[in-house]
T-cell receptor
Framework: QQQVKQSPQSLIVQKGGISIINCAYENTAFDYFPWYQQFPGKGPALLIAIRPDVSEKKEGRFTISFNKSAKQFSLHIMDSQPGDSATYFCAASEEGGSEKLVFGKGTKLTVNP | DAGVTQSPTHLIKTRGQQVTLRCSPKSGHDTVSWYQQALGQGPQFIFQYYEEEERQRGNFPDRFSGHQFPNYSSELNVNALLLGDSALYLC?????????????FGDGTRLSIL
């Protein structure tokens, strides 16, 4: 049973455009929702994270939107750059983040120059 | 400040063999988790070690075992290797206790089973 569903599987965006990746979860005990960025040959790197007591969190060009009632959250990348081309994973965990992370299947983002 | 380090970076084994992977956590971290990432998939949680004990375990068979040492470093052992064990094995570390601490990942060990 996949507890975190991520879409789309792949995404192509032009430089300067907005990239949007969506995730949905089932377990209402989840209380920590991070996004990780992974480049080929590297491990996942924490990008930004949100807790369910806020509906939006912004860090630079990256924004997480969170809808607790719909059990959905999304990552928005503003002014997308070719250097943002990577695979993005949403994840969720209970107990604030130090517990096991449940990952989505990933979205491969390509930003064309 | 060194991040999470894993060794070796690549490993080739044959079916039925045993393998040991190693992880040193980020400085100041005392909790280590292991994940398996199959090609084109998201990481899947194997288990977590805290205070030298397995604290949580995912849906992996007993062929997967681990250990944490007093210096917080950790090993992942896999016995009786199967072709399906071919994957990137990731180690993540965080501060101990419960809650509010993000996990930081190493670059993984790429394990290939022939």
């Amino acid at each position: 049973q996949q507890q975190v569903k991520q879409s789309p599987q792949s995404l192509i965006v032009q430089k300067g455009g907005i990239s949007i990746i969506n995730c949905a979860y089932e377990n209402t005990a989840f209380d920590y929702f991070p996004w990780y960025q992974q480049f080929p040959g590297k491990g996942p790197a924490l990008l930004i994270a949100i807790r369910p007591d806020v509906s939006e969190k912004k860090e630079g060009r990256f924004t997480i939107s969170f809808n607790k009632s719909a059990k959905q959250f999304s990552l928005h990348i503003m002014d997308s750059q070719p250097g943002d081309s990577a695979t993005y994973f949403c994840a969720a965990s209970e107990e604030g983040g130090s517990e096991k992370l449940v990952f989505g299947k990933g979205t491969k983002l390509t930003v064309n120059p | 400040d060194a991040g999470v380090t894993q060794s070796p970076t690549h490993l080739i084994k044959t079916r039925g063999q045993q393998v040991t992977l190693r992880c040193s956590p980020k400085s100041g971290h005392d909790t280590v988790s292991w994940y398996q990432q199959a090609l084109g998939q998201g990481p899947q949680f194997i288990f977590q070690y805290y205070e030298e004990e397995e604290r949580q375990r995912g849906n992996f068979p007993d062929r997967f075992s681990g250990h944490q040492f007093p210096n917080y470093s950790s090993e992942l052992n896999v016995n009786a290797l199967l072709l399906g064990d071919s994957a990137l094995y990731l180690c993540a570390s965080t501060n101990g206790g419960w809650g509010n601490q993000p996990q930081h990942f190493g670059d993984g060990t790429r394990l290939s089973i022939l």
